[in-house]
């Protein structure tokens, strides 16, 4: 999971509910599930050790940035990024 920002719709402009700041979801937290997905949008429940710059410590949000390999980083494009 290569984004930091969790939103309330599948779509580049839907509402911010988690903002982590610098780090990726996968970085700094726990992925629990993925729950439903769209295009390049994974719609995802998580939790965090710590707060973040913005939102819960846990939940479920919308994110883009989904790498399929799981040992290394993906090069993503804005448009696979959520941007």
Do not use: H
């Amino acid at each position: 999971m290569q984004s930091s920002i969790g939103r309330a719709a599948p779509a580049a402009n839907g509402a911010v509910l988690l903002n982590i700041g610098e780090d990726w979801l996968s970085d700094r937290g726990v992925v629990l599930g993925i729950t439903d997905c769209a295009g390049v949008w994974a719609k995802v429940r998580y939790s965090l050790p710590r707060p973040p710059a913005r939102g819960p410590r846990t939940g479920e949000a919308w994110f883009a940035g989904i790498c399929g390999e799981q040992r290394t980083t993906c090069d993503l494009d804005d448009r696979r990024n959520g941007r």
